[in-house]
């Protein structure tokens, strides 16, 4: 078996209304479309991608939020409805799944091995999170790679966000290795948006572009500055200005999947690629691929 | 039918430990037994209702209430998925909670009812439905805990539903599920070592407990911002429930409380307490904080761009102060509007839009709508209906009407005619109910002398805080 590779690292987000705007067969409500800056650069990924090789996506949900360790999905099928708690009347969406237990378990295993309290789902009644199905959908609508899906662990909110990124680099250190470990060609997706401050009514129709917009300037500003980071190789730099950008943005970056997919990524010094930006319901988010099938990605 | 009110009040806790696990733990199973009595305690009342907010249903559009009558599934919590699953089948009130939430709106509340087959109920409902209400046979109704709610807004939801238990004459059960410190170990412990986090969690518990054994919701309510620093993680939610069971029970300081159970589940603070609404005689009410019976707080933020004209009007469209300082109650000022035959005074006041005071057509006049702001200042004599957040405010409804017909005669005589000429009249009251009586007294002082036709409409509302409005024409024939 050869040395497993990471393909690509994306930041995916997750917000229900993409899946909403795109009017799946397997999604119940009905739009007359919105988002399109932000689908059409989920289009753009898959394009990126269409021709690269890959057995498994390993996706970080800040949608599965755990307090007590971090935890992977850990039996291999998982089908229902999940129906979104904050906007139902936006995403009531059927869902198929494949999980590579296997892949997942040795990602457990690692960062077991590492002192990192872990623990595999295994209880077939549960639910996957809305993050996990919007960001799997959007990224791979045909279902057709099996996935390992991991928790969200809150330490942020127990102690602070540098410890929660000590937490993440660990946990993305032993991600790499079980994936290298493993001989798999990988995609790993942090599925995020950016500065997450919501509004807090809505528009009688949701997909009214006309009210979309990001809730403050400030929450702009954070934005494009971790994206110039990311469009200019500067990593290390997000990584730094993380705890800041966390607190002034409320960026979703508390639940760690950024911290974690950069570490994964072994905090690459090469350009990412914007392939699109935009509001949802105030926050901000973006598509972005860090494209490691032109950089090797080494070993710890 | 009587009068419905909050016939106990619970606090009671989220994990589903108490459910799936409660012999793996002494605790746990004195919590359990807690939540047993506590069920009993709500059959032997003859509740017909029971109220759940819950922490562990974070909103982010205002709040959401449940209103699927039936509402079916597998709970499974995200952390402690291997204690087993919960299958629940709840009864709702689905009509409490549409009139919960029109009432909600009534009071400037943003929120909505969902109703939605394969809603995730999140935990702390589950739990507390399946242990308080264990045969269904109690309707009950959930509400969420919106994530960017302050006290005030919590405060106004707790009083939109009294608004409802009383309406309808129910003898309600209000219950937060909740934490008290929510701090849980951040590894995998056995379950026989469970005990509260910290010392510093566990004497912030007792504090708490304490002053609920002593009756004093309200200051446990106002302490709530104090206690979220000191115990809590800072999870979205905060420690939002008190404010709410507080207001659910008239932000008292002197009711009955009994701490059935405190004990920790994976470190967490979690208690079943008993409220009951009996006064104890103990504990005078201190307010620190406003009781505020309405939600004025930012919920336009999607509404803003409509409000700005800036982008829509022309330069010399835009409203004026007319050089004059106006009191700001309102929309903006405009200067009226100049066309063919039209008649314009300033003796009249300031439009709110693009329109003249009125238009002569062949003999006749037609006058826009005539409110009682006065010219220059934009004052209300009698006083405005409401205040600039839209607070209710008491007014004279003979002072506005005197004030409307004055403003009358002057862009009628601006017209060269008399108000004898006056031929027909169309009047807006905002509140026919209180209203009709004194305008109608003034009438006959007034044009009741000079015999136009008339017709009294009552609507919703005015552009202006401002009771009533007349629409008049006038024939210059004679």
Redesign the interface.
């Known amino acids: 078996m050869g040395r497993g590779q990471i393909v690509a690292g994306c930041i995916a987000p997750h917000p229900p209304h993409l899946v909403y705007a795109e009017n799946p067969p397997q999604n119940e409500p009905v739009a007359e479309g919105g988002w399109e800056q932000l689908r059409w650069g989920y289009e753009r990924l898959r394009d990126s991608l269409a021709d690269k090789e890959y057995d498994a996506i390993v996706l970080l949900s800040p949608h599965w939020q755990t307090y007590v360790g971090t935890h992977f999905l850990g039996l291999p099928q998982f089908e229902g409805l999940s129906v979104d708690p904050i906007f139902p009347n936006l995403f009531r969406y059927h869902y198929d799944m494949t999980v590579d237990v296997e892949l997942a378990k040795a990602i457990h295993d690692e960062a077991e091995a590492a002192g990192l309290p872990v623990k595999m789902m295994e209880n077939p009644d549960f639910r996957v999170d809305y993050g996990t199905i919007t960001t799997g959908h959007l990224f791979n609508p045909d279902w057709d790679k099996p996935i390992v899906v991991i928790s969200s662990n809150r330490s942020t909110a127990y102690y602070s966000v540098e410890v929660m990124q000590e937490i993440m680099v660990e946990l993305g250190k032993a991600t790499r290795k079980a994936i290298e470990a493993s001989g798999k060609k990988v995609v790993v997706l942090a599925s995020n948006s950016l500065s997450h401050r919501h509004f807090t009514t809505e528009s009688e129709m949701p997909e009214d572009m006309s009210k979309e917009h990001i809730t403050s300037h400030a929450m702009h500003l954070w934005d494009m500055r971790i994206i110039e980071y990311m469009r200019t190789g500067q990593s290390q730099r997000i990584l730094d200005e993380m705890p800041e950008f966390t607190e002034q943005a409320i960026a979703e970056s508390d639940g760690g999947g950024i911290s974690w997919l950069l570490s994964t990524l072994d905090t690459p010094d090469y350009p990412a690629i914007l392939h699109g930006y935009g509001t949802i319901i105030g926050t901000g988010n973006a598509v972005v691929e860090w494209p490691c099938y032109q950089h090797e990605v080494t070993a710890a | 039918m009587s009068e419905g009110g909050i016939v106990a009040s619970f606090v009671v806790p989220v994990h589903p430990h108490t459910v799936l696990a409660p012999d793996k733990n002494p605790g746990w199973r004195k919590l359990r037994d807690a939540y047993d009595d506590a069920a009993a305690t709500i059959k032997d009342l003859n509740a017909d209702l029971i109220i759940i907010y819950s922490t562990t249903?974070?909103?982010?559009?205002?709040h959401?209430i449940q209103a699927d009558p039936n509402p079916e599934?597998?709970l499974?919590d995200?952390?402690?998925?291997?204690l087993?699953?919960i299958s629940y089948s709840f009864n709702i009130d689905a009509e409490f909670a549409h009139a919960w939430n029109d009432a909600s709106e009534k009071r400037g509340l943003?929120s909505r009812c969902?109703n939605?087959?394969?809603?995730?109920i999140?935990v702390g409902s589950v739990v507390a439905l399946t242990l308080l209400n264990p045969d269904n046979k109690i309707p009950a109704v959930i509400v969420s805990s919106?994530m960017?709610a302050n006290r005030s807004e919590t405060t106004v939801l707790a009083k939109s539903c009294l608004d409802v238990v009383k309406a309808q004459g129910r003898r309600a059960v209000a219950v937060t599920a909740m934490s008290l410190s929510n701090?849980?170990?951040?590894?995998?412990i056995d379950a026989k070592q469970d005990k509260i986090h910290s010392l510093k969690d566990d004497e912030w518990n007792r504090k708490i407990l304490e002053f609920l054994e002593q009756g004093r919701m309200e200051d446990v309510g106002q302490l709530s911002r104090t206690i979220h620093q000191q115990i809590r993680?800072?999870?979205v939610v905060a420690f939002k429930p008190m404010w709410w069971l507080s207001a659910m029970n008239g932000n008292r300081n002197d009711l009955t409380g009994k701490v059935l159970a405190y004990e920790a589940i994976?470190g967490a603070g979690c208690a079943v307490v008993h409220i009951d609404p009996t006064p104890s005689g103990a504990g005078e009410k201190e307010y620190d904080e406003d009781d505020v019976e309405y939600f004025h707080g930012?919920?336009?933020?999607?509404?803003s761009?409509e409000e700005a004209p800036a982008d829509t009007q022309h330069e010399h469209e835009q409203p004026s102060d007319g050089g004059q300082k106006m009191e700001q109650n309102g929309p903006a000022l405009w200067d009226p509007t100049e066309a063919e035959g039209s008649v314009n005074t300033d003796a009249a006041p300031k439009p709110v839009g693009a329109y003249p005071h009125a238009r002569k057509v062949g003999d006749m006049l037609f006058l826009s709508g005539v409110g009682p702001r006065q010219p220059g200042t934009n004052a209300i004599p009698g006083g405005p209906i409401h205040d600039e957040n839209g607070e209710p405010l008491d007014y004279d409804i003979k002072a506005q009407t005197h004030a409307v017909v004055d403003n009358v005669k002057r862009i009628v005589e601006e017209a060269g005619a008399t108000m004898e000429q006056v031929v027909d009249v169309t009047t807006f009251l905002v509140d026919m109910k209180r209203d009709f009586s004194g305008y109608n007294e003034v009438w006959a002082q007034t044009l009741g002398k000079v015999g136009p036709t008339r017709t009294t409409l009552a609507i919703d509302a005015l552009p202006t805080p401002i009771a009533v409005e007349m629409k008049v024409i006038v024939h210059l024939g004679e």
């Open positions: 249903w974070p909103s982010i559009i205002g959401q599934w597998v499974v995200h952390d402690f998925h291997d087993g699953s943003q969902v939605y087959k394969g809603f995730p999140d919106n960017y701090r849980m170990f951040t590894d995998f993680v800072q999870k994976h930012e919920r336009g933020v999607l509404d761009a």
